[in-house]
């Protein structure tokens, strides 16, 4: 096991009993940089942090929905002029035909990972015809006119064929409106100059491989408890259409347009009527070490679960889902981050990560922020970037049973109610003001914040401080300002972000795209049209027999044509 190489935390904040927990005396108040930078080395037990090791890489993976210019779900199938689904290595979808996800390739520049995310985007809303446009929020807006949401197309090869049964299986198991929702991944890893010097610093005696998978982990058992918090600062989807709770049982309250809404809540899109699946409640996924995450996974993957066994498998002749368990693929289950590895042609994702140890990380808990074009901003990257690296720094005891649910009720209180000023959560089976263990933490990330602004010249420390300003006033998180937009102005949800979207349409197609790019975009399109072709014509047996050595496989080392998901 990893020998943790760090120091106890600084001594408690000094408190101002006017004031709570909100204003605190954080110990870097009126210290010069130096001085910060080297109680952050003190604060984490370290000898040394090399400018290099700042160099974070971070990819983003965005969704988003093509809607009509009345604001329903765009019926069209995906544009032509983006390529091929399955292959284009920028532009993808996600469950439906309709909901686009954009990637950006790993980049250790932020102006350069927001800057591939923006010429994606205008490169595709080029392409977009009917008028159509992105939507801004999370949460979705009506489907269309006959009140469905377009399944994905992946074409006729089997690995095309096995994503779209996926998704069928998914429409089978939860409600399609919600499967229609947006999110923005975030993948960060450390740069390769970082591990060895590290491993050094920490004692730790086993491979490099082993050191960096156990310090990922590491890294993902604290971001789980402190999950919540990014709910908080974070959180765009404190509302949703009428159409988005037909049928189904909530606690949202009716504004005077219509809307539903809870008025304290963050972020809906994580909590019941979202990425929350009664099937999932009691599925205890051990991030403390690899091969107990790998035996979770597959366990839920490999075992029946009866609501999906009455589903059926094949009925009448067509398939309803790839199979009847807790999990048809590992990407069925939901988390707020995800222990991740490139995988080889024909890999499982499960597989990959035993040959090859973690990669990197995937954060899944952020929403779009609808009062950006893209989603998120250069400011949020930088309090991202310092969030996963005190993460990964600071100590990160082992998790057990009780915890990890204890951290899911955490995170639903502050979906549903994570605004209202007297919340508490539970921390080790103890009360806690959500005030207190938010503003304990901030202080606590300036040190990592230290260590980039000492090589990066500012920026990260200040966007800490830009979410402290949270804490105090709650009114500025954006789903406070969303509600406030929405009652004010007496717009439906669907009107405001409607509006919204209309306006960042306008913003993205203001200038040409780079000649250069629009010509990478095109080849990268073409290309991908005919490596499907050539995935399609490699196919060597039938879709039947293609499925039942999917549902076969048997873990670790078993190789198939493709990797699904």
């Known amino acids: 096991m990893r020998r943790s190489p760090h120091v106890a935390p600084p001594p408690d904040f000094c408190h101002n009993a006017a004031t709570f927990a909100l204003h605190r005396c954080f ?41 009509t210019p009345e604001g329903r779900i765009s019926p069209r199938p995906h544009p032509a002029g983006l390529g091929s689904a399955l292959k284009n290595p920028y532009i993808t979808t996600d469950f439906s035909e309709a909901l686009l996800e954009f990637i950006t390739p790993k980049d250790q520049s932020i102006e350069g990972c927001l800057g591939m995310l923006e010429d994606i985007h205008r490169f595709t809303l080029a392409n977009m015809e009917g008028g159509e446009i992105f939507w801004a929020s999370s949460m979705p807006c009506p489907a269309g006119l006959e009140g469905e949401v377009p399944i994905a197309s992946y074409g006729s090869s089997n690995i095309g064929r096995l994503k779209r049964l996926y998704r069928t299986g998914l429409s089978y198991r939860y409600d399609s409106l919600m499967q229609a929702i947006a ?62 709770v037909e049928g189904r049982e909530h606690r949202l309250q009716r504004m005077e347009t219509g809307t539903m809404y809870l008025p304290n809540a963050t972020c809906l899109r994580m909590g019941r009527l979202g990425y929350q699946s009664d099937a999932q409640k009691s599925l205890f996924v051990c991030y403390n070490d690899l091969p107990l995450y790998v035996e979770c996974l597959q366990d839920a993957i490999k075992t029946p679960f ?50 090859g140890g973690v990669e990197y990380v995937e954060l899944r808990a ?66 806690v003001a959500l005030a207190e263990w938010a503003g304990d933490f901030l202080g606590d990330m300036k040190h990592a914040a230290a260590l980039m602004d000492h090589f990066h010249g500012g920026g990260y420390l200040e966007s800490v401080e830009r979410q402290e300003e949270k804490l105090h006033d709650p ?88 990797s699904g998901g």
Not at 187 to 216: A, C, H, V
Not at 220 to 231: A, K, P, Q, V
Not at 411 to 420: A, F, S, T
Not at 513 to 528: I, Y
């Open 27 to 67: 110990p870097f108040a009126g210290v010069v940089v130096a001085d910060r930078f080297d109680a952050a080395l003190k604060r984490y037990g370290l000898p040394l942090f090399q400018p290099e090791w700042t160099a974070i890489c971070r990819g983003i993976e965005k969704e988003c929905l093509r809607v």
């Open 183 to 244: 999110g923005l991944h975030y993948n960060f890893s450390m740069p390769e100059e970082f591990w060895q010097p590290y491993q050094r610093i920490t004692g730790f005696s086993g491979s490099l491989k082993d050191f960096r998978t156990e310090s990922y982990l590491h890294l993902i058992r604290n971001f789980h408890r402190h999950s919540w918090l990014l709910l908080y600062l974070f959180g765009a989807s404190p509302a949703a259409a009428t159409s988005f």
């Open 306 to 355: 009866p609501p999906y066994e009455e589903i059926g498998h094949k009925v009448d002749g067509d398939y309803r889902q790839i199979n009847v368990n807790l999990l048809q693929l590992e990407n069925e289950f939901y988390s707020t981050i995800r222990p991740k590895r490139i995988a080889h042609n024909g890999e499982r994702p499960l597989d990959a990560l035993v040959r």
């Open 366 to 431: 952020l929403d779009l922020n609808p009062y950006l074009p893209l989603g998120i901003d250069a400011e949020q990257v930088r309090f991202i970037d310092t969030f996963l690296l005190h993460c990964l720094l600071g100590e990160s005891p082992l998790c057990n049973r009780a915890e990890f649910f204890e951290v899911s009720e955490n995170i639903l209180r502050v979906v549903e109610e994570g605004r209202d000023t007297s919340i508490r959560l539970n921390r080790g089976g103890k009360p």
């Open 475 to 562: 009114a500025l998180t954006p789903s406070a300002m969303m509600l406030e937009e929405m009652e004010s102005e007496r717009l439906s949800f669907c009107e405001f972000s409607m509006r919204i979207s209309r306006k960042h349409a306008q913003t993205l197609l203001t200038e040409p795209l780079d000649q250069d790019v629009r010509e990478l975009m095109e080849r990268t399109a073409a290309e991908s049209l005919v490596r499907q072709r050539e995935v399609e014509a490699a196919d060597k047996m039938s879709f039947e027999e293609f499925l039942r050595e999917w549902n076969a496989w048997e873990p670790l080392g078993h190789t198939i044509h493709e």
